[in-house]
Nanobody, 126 residues
Framework: QVQLVESGGGLVQAGGSLTLSCAASGRTSSSDSMGWFRRAPGKEREFVAAIDSRDGNTYYQDSVKGRFTISRDNAKGTMYLQMNSLKPEDTAVYYC???????????????????WGQGTQVTVSS
């Protein structure tokens, strides 16, 4: 089993920044790829960003490219999402997830992830 705990969410004004953290524990492995997803009120869950364990490549949803940065610290078992220039449309519950799969084509699909955190709320006011 793997446990994932997100933190760092909160209320921020448009244009502001937040850094989300995802702490992994249990049967974790640095060979697992990890990703961030979000679910806005009344909408389906969507992919935000992922980092491939195989080659370190990162992937982003088009709407966050240039504003969000995903990273991980394997020594600490933690993944991060640095979010800059936040917009009201970024308001959502953000979830981290982990998968044994690598390859960008898979990492954008939530169905390929094995473990999920409980989520952290990000609210961006206009």
């Amino acid at each position: 089993q793997v446990q994932l705990v997100e933190s760092g969410g909160g209320l921020v004004q448009a244009g502001g920044s937040l850094t989300l953290s995802c702490a992994a524990s249990g049967r974790t492995s640095s060979s697992d790829s990890m990703g961030w997803f979000r679910r806005a009120p009344g909408k389906e869950r969507e992919f935000v960003a992922a980092i491939d364990s195989r080659d370190g490549n990162t992937y982003y949803q088009d709407s966050v490219k240039g504003r969000f940065t995903i990273s991980r610290d394997n020594a600490k078992g933690t993944m991060y999402l640095q979010m800059n220039s936040l917009k009201p449309e970024d308001t959502a519950v953000y979830y981290c997830a982990t998968t044994a799969i690598s390859g960008g084509g898979y990492l954008t699909e939530g169905g390929f992830y094995d473990y999920w955190g409980q989520g952290t709320q990000v609210t961006v006011s206009s």
